[in-house]
T-cell receptor, first 116, second 115 residues
Framework: AQKITQTQPGMFVQEKEAVTLDCTYDTSDQSYGLFWYKQPSSGEMIFLIYQGSYDEQNATEGRYSLNFQKARKSANLVISASQLGDSAMYFCAMRPYSGNTGKLIFGQGTTLQVKP | DVKVTQSSRYLVKRTGEKVFLECVQDMDHENMFWYRQDPGLGLRLIYF???????EKGDIPEGYSVSREKKERFSLILESASTNQTSMYLC??????????????FGSGTQLSVL
């Protein structure tokens, strides 16, 4: 079965500190993509970062980086220097290549609260 | 920028009503999706469409149908709304080039309450 698991329902972090949001995945595909989205209280899903299964280097986008450990099937999101505006729900998602439908499989989400 | 517009932000309906949720995208995307978001369950795929008049069931299609008569518009239909369909509904679209890095663009969501 293809599945994404986020085991942290809620997280707190102090402003300006770094935080890691956990994500593990399960797929038998050799080729797949991993995504992180942010959902503020407004409800819109904002794309943050992408990692391909064949990418040798961890993806980075500004303050966001993806700690990709293929053997452990984990794709943790690291946010450096947290800001108050980072308070939101974060979703990890996977696109398996097989089936080629374009759909994303999402995890349960992690709510992050940044404390001033 | 891609814009995905959902017709209503909040909707309140009664049990048994037929409900239409509308979604429009302005970037000529091939793929469109309807997800449902519930606390603790994340986003679950209801239906998707990869071309006009084409549709495929997602993981939880029961109680729903869809319509895609034009490329830019994808409608989700609740034939007879029930209280267990109270949820946040998110529409999304993507280009359709079938690459693993193809991201989805989402609308702002419709919070549906069925009383």
């Amino acid at each position: 079965a293809q599945k994404i698991t986020q085991t942290q329902p809620g997280m707190f972090v102090q402003e300006k500190e770094a935080v890691t949001l956990d994500c593990t995945y399960d797929t038998s595909d050799q080729s797949y993509g991993l995504f992180w989205y942010k959902q503020p209280s407004s409800g819109e899903m904002i794309f943050l970062i992408y990692q391909g299964s064949y990418d040798e280097q961890n993806a980075t986008e500004g303050r966001y980086s993806l700690n990709f450990q293929k053997a452990r099937k984990s794709a943790n999101l690291v946010i450096s220097a947290s800001q108050l505006g980072d308070s939101a729900m974060y979703f990890c998602a996977m696109r398996p290549y097989s089936g080629n439908t374009g759909k994303l499989i999402f995890g349960q989400g992690t709510t992050l609260q940044v404390k001033p | 920028d891609v814009k995905v517009t959902q017709s209503s932000r909040y909707l309140v309906k009664r049990t048994g009503e037929k409900v239409f949720l509308e979604c429009v995208q302005d970037m000529d995307h091939e793929n469109m999706f309807w997800y449902r978001q519930d606390p603790g369950l994340g986003l679950r795929l209801i239906y998707f469409s990869y071309d006009v008049k084409m549709k495929e069931k997602g993981d939880i299609p029961e109680g729903y149908s869809v319509s895609r008569e034009k490329k830019e518009r994808f409608s989700l239909i609740l034939e007879s709304a029930s209280t267990n369909q109270t949820s946040m509904y998110l529409c999304a679209s993507s280009l359709g080039d079938r690459a693993t890095n193809e991201k989805l663009f989402f609308g702002s969501g419709t919070q549906l309450s069925v009383l």
